[in-house]
């Protein structure tokens, strides 16, 4: 009992039935989002786990740092053991003003082992349209480790990547401003026509009769009141404030790598018999040697002896009634002895079946 318990409390994450939840936290304002930054930078300090000396983008890097620092140095004199060439990737704010910080996240592009213990030097952040917008620098924060010898070696997580919180600074900024409108338009973060039609219902509701419209399944327009059109961000404030219940689509997301398997409350399945066994196959080899009799004038031979075993466990056929619910159908599969990983081959052949009345998304 307790077996069945810790694996679905560990293999499951159970979404309860919606509740009502802002409007911020379902759309936002047309316009209003962030932009992706990225950069080439160098990270020094590392103990030993930077780029080899083969890396010759890393040398070079090093050599026209140093030369513009007003240093000449020879690039066949460099060691880059203690350095180690990244990328940097982040994104700015909306509304990000000069001189705000924002994270930084940066990823090895060398053969660095490690990146735990470096700090990042300057390094400039460009959008897409080459002008640079933020600077980064900084001690990284890595959440791994990587160490070893020569008989052995431990590693926990990615160690070459890192991130900076923080630890870009806002150089130059987005344009950006809140012109007077007679209509603002929000866009759902996830589009469902359901969801729009209460979106509208509601702000109907708060703000009177007319005041909201749907535009399509993905989005929704708001008129704005005269006594706000000169000032429109008390208006989003109240707006965004406005509580709905959204409609959550039915949905099954599954990760083969960890065996994370996560429902939402509204999956439901067709009747359907699942039989859940194991088959088992182990190949040994075991190697003998031949030794040839005293003063035969024979050659000791390696000999290979091959052994095979299979091995199935008895299993059992479990009809599932329809329409049962998540926490039925997970009942039912620890009934039976099914690991996460089993759950989730078992998951994707009942949607062969077209017994299951939900999208399954693998990642």
Known sequence: ?????????????????????RIKDLASLDGVRGNQLVGYGLVVGLD????????????????????????????????TDNVAAVMLTAELPPFAKAGSTFDVQISSIGDAESLAGGTLLMTPLKGPDGKTYGVAQGALLVGAYSVGGQGASAKKNHSTVGRIPGGATVEREVPFALAPERELRYRMRDSDFTTVQRTVAAID??????????????????????????????????????????????????????????????VRIDTVAVSHGNLSLTIKE??????????????????????????????????????????????????????????????????????????????
């Open 1 to 21: 009992m307790m077996r069945i318990f810790l694996s679905l409390l560990l293999a499951f994450v159970i979404t309860v039935p919606a509740h009502a939840v």
């Open 205 to 266: 509701r708060a703000l009177g009769a007319g005041s909201a419209r749907a535009v399509d399944g993905g989005s929704f327009a708001v008129r704005v009141p005269d006594r706000y059109q000169s000032d429109l961000v008390p208006f989003l404030a109240s707006l965004e404030g406005i509580e709905v219940e959204p409609d959550i689509e039915a949905r099954i997301v599954v990760n083969e790598k960890t065996g994370t398997i996560v429902m939402g409350a509204e």
């Open 48 to 79: 030993g786990s930077g780029d080899s000396s083969s890396s010759d983008l890393t040398t070079q890097s090093v050599v026209n740092m140093l030369d513009r620092l007003g240093m000449k140095v020879d690039q066949g004199s460099v060691k």
């Open 286 to 363: 075991t190697e003998n040697v031949s030794q040839p009799a005293p003063f035969s004038q024979g050659e000791t031979t390696t000999t290979t002896d091959t052994s095979l075993t299979m091995t199935e466990d008895g299993g059992e056929l479990m009809v599932v009634s329809p329409g049962v619910s998540i926490r039925e159908l997970t009942d039912a599969l620890n009934a039976i002895g099914a690991s996460p990983r089993d759950m989730i081959s078992i998951l994707q052949a009942i949607e062969a079946a077209d017994a299951l009345h939900a999208k399954l998304v693998i990642m």
